[in-house]
């Protein structure tokens, strides 16, 4: 046999299959952790909460069944099944027990658990903190005064994503890690303990949860190690066993130490992200800038020959699929609002670096070229581009966008001003890195709670309209406006105060809750690697970390924009229609005659004959431009209570949808319940003029304002996305003090498909081939089907 | 000082055109053509004046337009609204379209000043400066409206607007002679290079077309895309190809960008009120456009298909 002749292993593919593997695979419930949190807490009654709560995750991190799946380079495991996820009583179990019979008969997002398992969690889980008082969301019920409580039933606003299984949204100290090492954090921990006098209570309990965390993380590192050791010895594959040594000892390395190469680095990342998603079972545990952390184990190992591009790509490839495996589940409730099953483990690459010099690097490339390769559905990917970004980057960037890859690009020349203006120094702006969807925080210095809540601006709106009457419920709840309603004026004043009124009201219940969190569910782990926890002796929740928010989202702004409009000018302008009459309409969702006409003839000119937020026309756009800025500046002036403010953003998630459900008529021809619009977008289909015009009219915002982040989605068809063109588009967008973020539906099949079915919600779908273009909708079924069969090649 | 505003006709204008000319681009749609050729796309841009459209998908059936037009032209019985015998738009009030709420009837064609005209174009200025983009005027054919359009484009020029003019070639020498300085680059249409079956398919000969295109190369006017539509049986074939080639040869022609038929325009007959004549012709297969292409490009251009 002739060694030569051997080919070198196919990365890819294999790589590919993994990911078939994980895709395929039937989600699962795995009740390990609840388990080991029960066991410990029943232990540990009475102890501190702080104290039990570490205690619980020690329990669990020894105890806990560890795996390393079949030909898996990376390890960690957050279940014990495959694809499995934990669950989080300790948080709340009422919506374990609303759901827990049909987890596995749901419609969608189906979960399966053995009978075994469902007998244990309605034998012991559910009953056990039913009546412990402890778990957060009974301590918050029982902390809600009355008036807040009222308030927050009205589903104005939502503070719920705090209480789904945790906080989550932020992003873990990777870099603090890899400069301490576990053993470094404990000994910090250790050092800092000694400086607190006894009287430190609150203190000393923080640094003891620190170093029992630490601890317990070093010991299950280890145990991976002896795992992989024990595996390596039964394994009779040559090459496999000599993987598994190798895994032992990147384990063994990093349980104590700092990392010494490429792959102990990435390997120390993928543990800090599982255990802080076992710390805390919220979603986007984000990753940050990996780019920037790898790179100099990259350059190293490069440099003495250790590495190759190719297995540096099969690595992070390894990762991505890592982190798809690491999910978590949605209540039933909440299929509709929630982020979904994935996690939004963000992470970036490319942008500035602390001194403002471009940072993108070969490694930058390697990472975007993984993704484009393999389209995991984690992480969720983004790129960080400036005036500096090279060129060759934001084509490769176009490129694989094009290929169908979904990733968002960041503007940094406007989020390091924001991020400034907001209270960073320069440095640590130019750090940042987006959490979850969009929000930028610094990746180590800050706790962000980004995605904190969530104002429904359209039912401030419909408030304002009928002077504090629900139109949908009948309830009168909104706060009153002693004034007619005469002008224009008096309307957005009007508005306003019911919008400060909800955001009163919001950041009353936020601070409740977070009080509640605090108290019950710390972070220990995360804040060992967030600066200045250990130093000051504070967990995040408790206002540890430099950086402080709560992320604040704006629900409905082209909703709000364009019925503002429409009241503007029909109303006040034009006098086509009383202001009574407009209400009137409206809470009769469109039905009835007014003068002369019937509701559904009046919807049509307001859809038709006012412009509408989204096409670059002033008229309205300057309307859009005001609700932002008075939402933005009341938001900002809102503290929270671990000593950060309320931080303003614009994204939607999916609550457009949610809140929609329960939101009246409005005046820009929305009908009840149907949906409001997303994010910074345009109403879905009312944007007329193509891209140019949208992210013209989304450019007037003043994006220095909305410093959480703020998401727009463009749809494109592929025919439209013309490489060489594709960084003019960025560019142009993103300069001259441009938008912060932008990311590109590109309409494939499935799309013109789903839009032939459902033409209302695709109506500004534009196809352009070759010097002609069409609203997809408007064609005839013989050439749609042409388009459709075109978009194969 | 020039102060003269001309009004131009116009059909439509897009924003973003990606595919007609460098860089990113607004197209303006001219309204006029003096040919008819049987595959056209945009029968709306034909006639001079003012058209109507019907737009079934958009009807609330509200009845309005029945009582509002004032010579019995709107109809409730067939898939179409508009009797088009008794229709006489433009020359009435307008009344079905201003009675409209749902748009379901629209008028196509509005006059509209250079400078409203401008203010759209310059909205994405920045967009042309950083891709190299600019306007690019198309129709119907631009040179129906010859004032209109000199006028435009010297405007387009002290904006320092890139332009690109498509064009079927069919107008009077002195319309060219005139616009030219002001002009960066012209798509130039070859429908058939045979006369008799030019005037078949689209109602004139090529005679006047043939001649301005020679014109302009004597002119020393070199920034020229021949441009072709190719439509199956009628000019999917090697046989025309080899002789445009050695027509683009003569005149020292470089690029030619071919325009696969395809059939996105019947539902615009269909709500003009028109018949199509084409409905049922097959598409040319891209096998065979690959070959048209390869050819070309053996003979030194530069070919691509779809426009760029």
């Known amino acids: ?793 | 000082m020039n102060e003269k505003n001309l009004e131009g006709l116009i059909f439509d204008i897009q924003r973003y055109a990606v595919h007609d000319g460098p860089g990113i681009r607004t197209l303006i749609f001219l309204k006029g053509c003096p040919l008819r050729c049987k595959w056209c796309q945009n029968p709306e841009s034909w006639k001079k004046t003012e058209d109507i459209i019907f737009l079934e998908e958009k009807c609330i059936g509200c009845k309005k337009c029945l009582t509002a037009c004032e010579h019995d032209a709107i109809q409730f019985k067939k898939a179409s609204r508009i009797n088009r015998e008794k229709c006489v738009v433009p020359n009435c009030s307008l009344s079905c379209v201003k009675n409209c709420v749902a748009q379901a009837i629209q008028l196509i064609g509005k006059k509209m000043p250079i400078n409203e005209i401008l203010n759209i174009v310059k909205k994405d200025a920045l967009y042309y400066e950083n891709s190299g983009g600019g306007i690019t005027i198309s129709g119907g054919e631009p040179f129906y409206q010859p004032e209109f359009l000199a006028d435009f484009l010297k405007k387009c020029k002290d904006e320092k607007i890139h332009a690109v003019i498509e064009t079927c070639g069919h107008a009077k020498w002195d319309y060219f002679e005139k616009i030219l300085p002001n002009v960066d680059l012209l798509y130039y249409d070859i429908k058939l290079l045979n006369s008799d079956e030019h005037e078949k398919y689209t109602g004139v000969t090529n005679d006047v077309i043939l001649s301005n295109l020679k014109k302009l190369v004597k002119n020393k006017f070199k920034n020229i895309v021949i441009r072709v539509p190719i439509v199956s049986n009628i000019n999917d074939n090697m046989n025309f190809f080899s002789k445009l080639a050695e027509l683009m040869k003569k005149l020292a022609l470089l690029e030619i960008h071919i325009l696969p038929y395809h059939r996105l325009a019947e539902k615009k007959y269909e709500r003009l009120g028109m018949n199509y004549e084409l409905k049922n012709i097959p598409l040319t297969e891209k096998k065979k456009i690959q070959e048209f292409k390869l050819f070309l490009e053996s003979k030194g251009l530069i070919v691509k298909i779809g426009g760029g």
């Open chain 1, 1 to 793: 046999m002739v060694l030569e002749q051997i080919p070198q292993p196919n990365y890819k593919k294999c790589t590919q299959l993994m990911k078939k593997k994980v895709i395929n695979h039937p989600h699962e419930i795995c009740i390990e952790r609840a388990k080991f949190f029960t066991e410990s807490y029943k232990k540990t009654k009475g102890e501190n909460p702080i104290i039990r709560f570490a205690k619980a995750m020690e329990d669990l991190l020894t105890n806990m069944t560890i795996v390393i799946w079949d030909n898996e380079f990376i390890v960690g495991n957050r279940s014990t099944k495959y694809m499995g996820t934990p669950l989080y009583p300790e948080v709340r179990i009422d919506t374990i027990e609303q759901d827990c019979d049909s987890y596995d008969s749901r419609e969608v997002q189906k979960l399966f658990l053995s009978n075994e398992e469902r007998d244990y969690i309605k034998k012991e889980l559910i009953p056990y903190w039913k009546n412990e008082d402890q778990t957060v969301q009974a301590r918050f019920q029982s902390y809600l005064k009355p008036d807040i409580k009222n308030m927050m039933e009205k589903l104005v606003f939502l503070v719920d994503v705090e209480l789904v299984n945790g906080v989550g949204h932020f992003l873990i100290g990777h870099e603090n890690v890899f400069k301490y090492g576990i053993k470094g954090l404990i000994q910090k921990a250790e050092k800092r303990l000694k400086n607190f006098s006894l009287e430190d209570t609150e203190k000393r309990v923080f640094l003891q949860s620190v170093i029992i965390l630490c601890t317990a993380v070093k010991n299950f590192i280890q145990r991976f190690s002896l795992l992989a050791e024990g595996e390596a010895k039964n394994e009779p594959n040559i090459d496999r066993k000599k993987e598994l040594i190798e895994i032992s000892e990147i384990c063994r390395n990093i349980s104590e130490n700092l990392p010494t190469s490429f792959k102990e680095a990435i390997q120390l990342i993928y543990f800090n992200q599982l255990i802080c998603g076992l710390e805390d079972g919220g979603f986007a545990v984000s990753i940050g800038r990996l780019d920037q952390y790898l790179y100099p184990y990259y350059l190293k190992d490069k440099s003495e020959g250790k590495i190759s591009d190719e297995e540096v790509q099969f690595l992070i490839e390894c990762f991505y699929i890592k982190l798809t495996m690491l999910w978590n589940y949605v209540i039933s409730k909440g299929i509709i609002a929630a982020e979904g099953p994935p996690l939004s483990e963000n992470l970036t690459i490319g942008g500035l670096d602390r001194k403002g010099n471009d940072a993108t690097t070969e490694l930058s490339h390697i990472m975007l070229d993984a993704y484009t390769h393999l389209k995991t559905v984690q992480p969720t990917f983004s790129v960080r581009i400036h005036e500096k970004t090279p060129e060759d980057f934001i084509v490769k960037v176009g490129e694989s966008i094009k290929s169908g890859s979904s990733i968002a690009l960041f503007n940094d020349d406007i989020m390091v001003k924001s991020l400034e203006d907001l209270g960073f120094t320069l440095e640590d702006a130019r750090e940042y890195a987006p959490i979850g969807c969009v929000e930028p925080q610094h990746p180590y210095k800050s706790y962000g709670s980004t995605n904190a809540n969530q104002l429904n601006l359209v039912k401030c709106l419909e408030l304002a309209l009928t002077n504090g009457i629900d139109m949908f419920t009948r309830v009168d709840y909104g706060v009153k406006y002693d004034k007619e309603i005469a002008s224009y004026e008096d309307l957005w004043e009007a508005y306003i105060n019911q919008m400060k009124y909800f955001i009163k009201y919001m950041v009353l219940t936020m601070d409740t809750l977070d009080t509640a969190i605090a108290e019950l569910t710390p972070q220990p782990f995360l804040s060992a690697t967030t600066d200045n926890c250990i130093e000051n002796g504070l967990d995040v929740t408790k206002g540890g970390a430099i950086y402080n928010f709560t992320g604040a989202q704006l629900l409905g702004l082209a909703t709000v924009a364009d019925s503002l409009a429409v009241i503007k000018q029909m109303v006040f302008e034009e006098k086509l229609l009383p202001f009574e009459d407009l209400v009137q309409m409206l809470m009769k969702n469109f039905r009835g005659s007014y003068q002369g006409k019937k509701g559904s003839e009046w919807r049509q000119i307001f859809i038709n004959n006012v412009p509408k937020y989204g096409n670059d026309d002033d008229y309205v756009d300057s309307i859009a431009v005001d609700v932002v800025k008075a939402y933005c500046t009341e938001i900002l002036k809102h503290k929270n209570n671990r000593g950060g403010q309320f931080n303003p953003g614009i994204l939607s998630t999916t609550f457009h949808l949610a809140f929609g459900v329960f939101t009246a008529a409005s005046a820009n021809g929305r009908k009840s319940r149907d949906t409001l619009s997303n994010g910074l977008g345009p109403t879905n289909g009312m944007d007329k003029n193509g891209p140019t015009a949208v992210l013209n009219s989304v450019k007037k915002l003043d994006h220095l304002l909305i410093s959480n982040g703020s998401s727009l989605i463009l749809a494109f068809h592929p025919n439209s996305l013309i490489i060489d063109k594709f960084p003019a588009l960025i560019r142009t967008f993103f300069n001259y003090n441009g938008g912060f973020q932008v990311q590109f539906n590109i309409v494939g099949k499935e799309i013109l498909l789903e839009a032939q079915k459902n033409p209302d919600e695709y109506r500004d779908l534009v196809v352009r081939v070759a010097g002609y273009s069409v609203l997809f909708t408007e064609l005839s079924k013989v050439a749609q089907e042409d388009i459709i069969n075109r978009t194969e090649c």
